[in-house]
């Protein structure tokens, strides 16, 4: 069965620090992978996507870049955090020849709850 | 004016009650509704699917599509406190997008 890893769970940054979120999908081959932030009261806001290695494609300009080194890892990362950076980040993936879930079957990991001071 | 409306509650039911939650949208191409399950820090999870118009019925759950309304629902009968959780619905045309979350509370 597939699974999905998502760390670190918790994490307190200062401003200005890095940030490094990864991810890792097990069971399945080629999936497309994304990232999302919920903030409270806002719902799901879809950050980054990605079809297969090296493939990044932004949904929001901001300060923060994603990466796929390899099939099944996906990172989200930051040079330098800021306060609206504060969230709930979620990992998720979905089938090959879904789009962006156009089927909208995204599985998603734990999540990890960022808080920048 | 946000794409997907959803009254974030909170809601809280006695166990037993029937929990009716609610979203309506605006763009008539999405296709594909959906309503996810989020336990507190937890990731959300897939709860019902649907396709276009109609209903749909899964054990306790009964989702409701009405694409001339632009009106989605989800039902709960006999909730129970394990339902309490955030209920996000999700729609999709090539993309996916989420309301906001329902939190709902089942009081034993």
């Known amino acids: 069965s597939q699974t999905i890893h998502q760390w670190p769970a918790t994490l307190v940054q200062p401003v200005g620090s890095p940030l490094s979120l990864e991810c890792t999908v097990e069971?399945?081959?080629?999936?497309?992978l994304y990232w999302y932030r919920q903030a409270a009261g806002r719902g799901l806001q879809l950050l980054f996507y990605?079809?297969?290695?090296?493939?990044i494609s932004s949904e929001v300009p901001q300060n923060l870049s994603a990466s796929r080194p390899q099939d099944r890892q996906f990172i989200l990362s930051s040079k330098k955090l800021l306060l609206s950076d504060s969230g709930f980040y979620l990992c998720?993936?979905?089938?090959?020849?879904?789009?962006?879930?156009?089927?909208?079957?995204?599985?998603f990991g734990e999540g990890s709850r960022l808080t920048v001071l | 004016q946000k794409e997907v409306e959803q009254d974030p509650g909170p809601l809280s039911v006695p166990e037993g009650a029937i929990v009716s939650l609610n979203c309506t949208y605006s763009?008539?191409?999405?296709?594909?509704f959906m309503w996810y399950r989020q336990y507190s820090r937890k990731g959300p999870e897939l709860l019902m699917y649907?396709?276009?118009?109609g209903n749909k019925e899964d054990g306790r759950f009964t989702a409701q599509v009405d694409k001339s309304s632009k009106y989605i629902s989800l039902f709960i009968r006999d909730s129970q406190p394990s339902d309490s959780a955030t209920y996000l619905c999700?729609?999709?045309?090539?993309?996916?997008?989420f309301g906001a979350g329902t939190t709902v509370t089942v009081r034993a």
């Open positions: 649907t396709y276009s118009s």
């Open positions: 998720a993936w979905s089938g090959l020849n879904q789009g962006v879930s156009n089927t909208g079957e995204l599985f």
């Open positions: 990605s079809v297969g290695i090296g493939q």
């Open positions: 069971g399945t081959s080629n999936p497309n």
């Open positions: 999700a729609m999709s045309d090539y993309k996916l997008s």
């Open positions: 763009n008539s191409a999405f296709q594909y």
